[in-house]
């Protein structure tokens, strides 16, 4: 006989919820805050060591030889390292801050979640909310992860602002009381489709951000290179165009190996649930065409030369693609897989 669903556990992983998402808030403050504080003193390092150059040459006018040399003339602020490497560069207090506040919030998140499955004696991911909510975890979870490798808080303000708007259209667009799970999700295939689509549309979000990144510092290094002024000082911090397009393609690639495997055991669920491997789904369909776009991006960029802007562009649209299908497609079209909980 089915256990019977632990309404007060609910609603404490509600209380969870509602805790790591103040942090959440908290720590993207602190993101923004790390923006715009070391990027002024970047600015202000700049000016006193351009002042510091310019000085022996104002000293010389006049004199045998006084021109400007190479060694006198001032030069820009170097991006952040393209190594991304925590031992090198500035300390940045309060980007510290934001990853700890960030950590904190990750560890409420995780509770929140657990205690929704204990509740419901089940993983949970049964129905929209409960995606958003483990999908938020996830994303932030790998963020944690990558930080270990890679000096990844440039990035901290968008993927944190991301998790933020994913539990807010979870709390107030996809309210769903825990509960058990329909028939047509009771299999141990919801554990291994899922959670591979899950992780792989975290790692998506990761590199959807670094595209945006990516076109902002590629516009930003264009304007420097004609002499413009640098107006976008936060992107100091932030790698060279080039560096996050790599590393964006690596993250990519890795995540579309997961999202291969989602098809897949998709189709394997399908056959044992429907009778067929394949229906033309309009869920499916979406899962196909995000798994193509990924395909023609990984593809064009490694064979075709689609380097630059091209290939963020693409990343970005495979992005959007997921975002439509994870919530137009389960919201608005009927079909087999209209078991959203909306």
């Known amino acids: 006989m089915p256990q019977p669903v632990n309404a007060e556990l609910g609603q404490l992983s509600e209380l969870f919820m509602l805790l790591a ?3 959440y808030v908290v720590a993207l403050i602190f993101f923004v805050l790390d923006l715009v504080k070391s990027s002024a003193t970047i600015g202000t390092l700049e000016a006193r060591l ?19 040399t190479a060694e006198s003339v001032p030069t820009r602020a170097e991006t952040a390292d393209d190594s991304m490497d925590y031992g090198k560069g500035p ?4 980007a510290r801050v934001a990853v700890s506040l960030t950590v904190l919030a990750a560890v409420i998140h995780g509770a929140a979640v657990v205690t929704r499955g204990v509740a419901a004696h089940r993983v949970p991911w049964g129905n929209m909310y409960e995606f958003c909510t483990t999908g938020a975890f996830l994303v932030a979870a790998i963020f944690l992860i990558t930080l270990t490798r890679k000096d990844l808080r440039f990035v901290g303000s968008f993927v944190v602002g991301l998790v933020v708007i994913m539990l ?3 709390t107030v667009g996809f309210p769903t ?3 058990r799970l329909i028939p ?8 291994v489709h899922v959670s591979i689509a899950v992780a792989s549309s975290a790692l998506f979000t990761i590199t959807f951000a670094m595209s945006v990144l990516q076109l902002l510092q590629t ?3 264009a304007k420097l290179l004609a002499g413009k002024a640098d107006r976008a000082r936060f992107l100091r911090l932030v790698p060279s165009a080039l560096s996050l397009e790599n590393l964006s393609y690596r993250l990519n690639a890795v995540a579309f190996v997961g999202w291969t495997f989602t098809l897949m055991a998709g189709a394997i669920w399908a056959e044992q649930a429907w009778g067929r491997y394949w229906g033309w789904d309009t869920k499916e369909v979406w899962t196909f065409v995000i798994w193509t776009v990924y395909a023609g991006y990984l593809h064009a960029r490694a064979t075709r030369g689609w380097t630059g802007t091209r290939a963020a562009w693409l990343s970005i649209v495979g992005y959007l693609c997921i975002v439509f299908n994870f919530t137009i497609v389960n919201i608005y079209f009927s079909g087999l897989h209209s078991y959203s909980g909306v």
């Not at 351009?50 to 400007?68: D, M, N």
């Not at 300390?91 to 309060?94: I, K, L, S, V």
């Open 168 to 170: 807010c259209a979870a």
């Open 184 to 191: 047509a999700l009771q299999s141990y295939w919801l554990i």
């Open 219 to 221: 516009s930003r290094e």
């Open 91 to 94: 300390r940045r207090g309060t």
């Open 21 to 23: 998402s103040i942090a």
């Open 50 to 68: 351009a002042g510091e150059k310019a000085a022996p040459v104002l000293a010389g006018v006049g004199g045998r030889g006084s021109g400007p």
């Open 177 to 179: 009381p825990v509960a």
